[in-house]
């Protein structure tokens, strides 16, 4: 049984800094791409950043270019982290984690079929 499980929301003042961790069980995350998304109140999830397996491609959305990075972990190979520096009132959400997400013609295509639960990210004025 596959889990992924988000960590790290909180509440931060704007300009502050965050690290979501997202442990994956019942699978090898290496071999899979990693997507990372948000959802806020009203408004469709959409995607944030991710890494592909094997080569690391990175990509980010334009809302959070230079301000977040997508990493994995190099001991543990079941885990990625999602560093959000900057933090905007904007960027409040709940993020998740996916695996199994597409990437295509060097852009995010497609969420995948894996999804944590989420954690919930407040960025005060």
């Known amino acids: 049984q596959v889990q992924l499980v988000e960590s790290g929301g909180g509440l931060v003042q704007a300009g502050g800094s965050l690290r979501l961790s997202c442990t994956v069980s019942g699978l090898d995350l290496p071999e899979w791409h990693v997507g990372w998304f948000r959802q806020a109140p009203r408004k469709e999830r959409e995607f944030v950043a991710g890494?592909?397996?094997?080569?690391?491609?990175?990509?980010y959305a334009d809302a959070v270019k230079g301000r977040f990075t997508t990493t994995r972990d190099n001991d543990n190979k079941n885990i990625a982290y999602l560093q959000m520096n900057s933090l905007k009132p904007e960027d409040t959400a709940v993020y998740f984690c996916?695996?199994?997400?597409?990437?295509?013609?060097?852009?995010?295509?497609?969420?995948?079929?894996?999804w944590g639960q989420g954690t919930q990210v407040n960025v005060s004025s």
């Open positions: 890494s592909t397996r094997y080569t690391n491609n990175l990509y």
């Open positions: 996916n695996v199994g997400t597409i990437y295509a013609n060097g852009e995010y295509y497609a969420s995948g079929r894996y």
